[in-house]
């Protein structure tokens, strides 16, 4: 497996836990929620993006998406 692959992997699963400690929630539910509402989705296709934000910015941009596709996290 490439550097690359592995780089964007470790940084999905940081940006799961960050996104569960930010609402609450096991990394478990924060892994379904956001395979549910494609935000897993959106992370993978602008990681070139999302990766330079900080895990806050990323997790409120992902938390809004997550919105717009019907999630009720806020």
């Given amino acids: 497996m490439s550097k690359s692959i592995l780089d ?3 940084y999905i699963v940081a940006l ?3 996104f ?4 609450g929630i096991t ?3 924060a ?6 509402y494609k935000g ?6 602008f990681y070139d993006v999302e990766h330079t934000l900080s895990f806050e910015n990323t997790v409120e941009d992902l938390s809004a998406y ?4 019907g ?4």
């Fill in 8 to 10: 964007r992997i470790n």
């Fill in 16 to 18: 799961i836990t960050e």
């Fill in 20 to 23: 569960a400690k930010a609402h």
């Fill in 27 to 29: 990394t478990q539910q």
């Fill in 31 to 36: 892994y379904k929620y956001l395979q549910e």
């Fill in 40 to 45: 897993l989705d959106f992370v993978d296709e």
């Fill in 66 to 69: 997550c919105k717009r596709m």
């Fill in 71 to 74: 999630g009720t996290l806020v």
